[in-house]
Every structure is written in C-alpha cells, then in structure tokens.
C-alpha cells in the first residue's frame, strides 16, 4: 500500500506571497493531520482534518488554514508568508479519527523556504 | 497541559552495544505514548507505542520500549546498535482529553534526539 504523499517536496517562495501544500493519506484513511518542524521550535501540531470538517487546531496564527476533500484528501494554505514560516511541513494520516490510541503514519513532508 | 522531555540532544554508541534513548513525560490521565524516528530529509517513521497492558512494547527493526509510571518514563531501547540506526528520535505522547473523552490528533512530540552509533 502506498504511503503519504505530499506534494511538492520543496518551495522557495518570497515574503507575502502565499502557498498551498497538498497531502494524499494512505489510502483508506480518513483523517489528516499537519505539523510543523522548525529546528527551533521542533514539531508542533497545526490542525487535524476527519471527514472534510476540522476536529482540532494548534496554536498557530489565522494565516495557516487547510481544507479536506472528500476523497480525504487534504491541502493546508499559509497567506502572507513571514520568515519564520520556513519550515517542514509533515502530513500524517490514520484510519480514523486520531483518537488517543490511534497510530498516525507521516509522509516525507515538504520543504517550504521563504526568502 | 503535557508535555514530553528528551533530556540528551544526543546519544553515541558503539556498533553492537545497546542503545537506550530516553523520554519523560508529563500528562494529566492515562498517557499514549509513541516512538518515531526521522532519517535525514524524511518524514517520521513510527517504531512502536504503549497504549496498556505490558509495560515492554516490542516494534520495529528490534526497537523496544519500557513504561514506567512512577518514572513517568518511555525509554527506548535495542540490545544492539546498528550503524543504519543512526537518526532522529522522538517520543510523542497523546492524552485523553477529559472534556471531550478523546485528544483528536494532536501529538505533543519531545525535541528530539541524534542517536549517531560508530562502526
């Protein structure tokens, strides 16, 4: 079975500009998650998608957004890029709604610089 | 609120010595906890978790995991180092979150650790 998928890998983009990233979960999973690694602040939690409504967000700014499709597949947006948005952003997907015991399986992430 | 300690930034040793890579954390309740391991430009690949039962969790490429509650500990381990083993490793915990009965995905990952093990 194929893993997650994100696309693309890397992205320069320029400060104000805006970027879409795009996750496809292991097939048959339903729920899509996105983190963030920075070498500063290490991996934190953005927003957790599950049947196309959001079920749980972190503590990042109205900039990061993200949707689901109906296919469970999901794409999380930032606007007006700052500096500091330069980052891995890692996808995850689980069967189910990531409940406490649920095993979240990552894709390679994409590599977004922003100059 | 909780949070996860990996006390080393990193660990060296010797191919074919046992590793142990250490974690601590801090959860209201019953905590998940799982092991993930990054190789470089990679994303994160699960090793194992504890959810209940047996405190040793067995995983992946012969990692291991002891829980210990009055440690509040999730070390992990392998009798012996391979040079290909040399990466990333965080140790994750998930708790339950009262009010709703269920902690909807968000994973409180530690800071990691660089295991580097020398030939």
């Known amino acids: 079975k194929a893993g997650v998928t994100q696309t693309p890998r890397y992205l320069i983009k320029t400060r104000g500009q805006q970027v879409t990233l795009s996750c496809s979960p292991i097939s048959g999973h339903r729920s899509v998650s996105w983190y963030q690694q920075t070498p500063g602040q290490g991996l934190q939690f953005l927003f957790e998608y599950f049947s196309e409504t959001q079920r749980n967000k972190g503590n990042f700014p109205g900039r990061f957004s993200g949707r689901q499709f109906s296919n469970s597949r999901s794409e999380m947006n930032v606007s007006t890029l700052e500096l500091g948005d330069s980052a891995l952003y890692l996808c995850?997907?689980?069967?189910?709604?990531?409940?406490?015991?649920?095993?979240?399986?990552f894709g390679p992430g994409t590599r977004l610089l922003v100059l | 609120a909780q949070s996860v300690a990996q006390p080393e930034d990193q660990v060296n040793v010797a191919e074919g010595n046992p590793l142990t890579v250490k974690c601590t954390y801090s959860?209201?309740?019953?905590?998940?906890l799982f092991w993930y391991v990054q190789y470089p430009n990679r994303g994160l690949q699960f090793l194992l978790k504890?959810?209940?039962?047996?405190?040793l969790v067995k995983g992946s490429y012969g990692f291991e995991a002891e829980f210990n509650k009055s440690q509040t500990s999730f070390h992990l381990k392998k009798p012996s180092a391979l040079v290909s083993d040399s990466a990333l490793y965080f140790c994750?915990?998930?708790?339950?979150?009262?009010?709703?009965?269920?902690?909807?995905?968000?994973?409180?990952f530690g800071q990691g650790t660089i295991l580097t093990v020398h030939p």
């Open positions: 994750a915990v998930r708790p339950l979150d009262y009010a709703g009965g269920t902690s909807y995905g968000k994973l409180t």
């Open positions: 504890y959810i209940t039962g047996d405190n």
């Open positions: 995850a997907s689980s069967p189910r709604l990531a409940g406490a015991q649920e095993t979240q399986y």
């Open positions: 959860v209201s309740g019953n905590p998940y």
